[in-house]
């Protein structure tokens, strides 16, 4: 299990929802757009919630590891989403076979 911390709150949420969000909150920084995730939680009280995370490139989003006997709630359809996106944003902006070439070049040409 992981802490997600957001806006001075911290969550507990599964290991697999935590490492899908931080990525998927890099992906969207790093394209400059904004989406909502909600995920099922531990409050600070220990009680089930549902926080819903309001995604943009200038979040402020931390995941660090917990030692807590508490076992959080299961995400494991918007884990999948999460997943889905990840790989989209991935394929969108990785680099194709034509820009490596450029890439190469403009590097030589600095040389």
């Known amino acids: 299990m992981k802490h997600v911390t957001y ?47 309001l995604l943009t490139p200038s979040t402020i989003l931390m995941v660090e590891t917990a030692n807590s006997t508490a076992t959080p709630p299961p995400n494991p359809e918007t884990t999948e989403w999460l997943r889905d996106r990840i790989r989209r944003y991935s394929a969108v902006n990785s680099p194709g076979p034509e820009e490596d070439e450029e890439e190469s070049e403009s590097d030589e040409e600095m040389i």
Do not use: C, H, P, W
Request: cysteine-free; charged content about 25%; aromatic content about 4%.
């Open 7 to 53: 806006s001075e709150k911290s969550l507990l949420v599964d290991d697999d929802a935590a490492e899908a969000l931080i990525e998927y909150a890099r992906l969207l920084a790093q394209s400059g757009d904004s989406d909502t995730v909600t995920l099922s939680a531990l409050g600070a009280d220990g009680n089930n919630v549902d926080a819903t995370f």
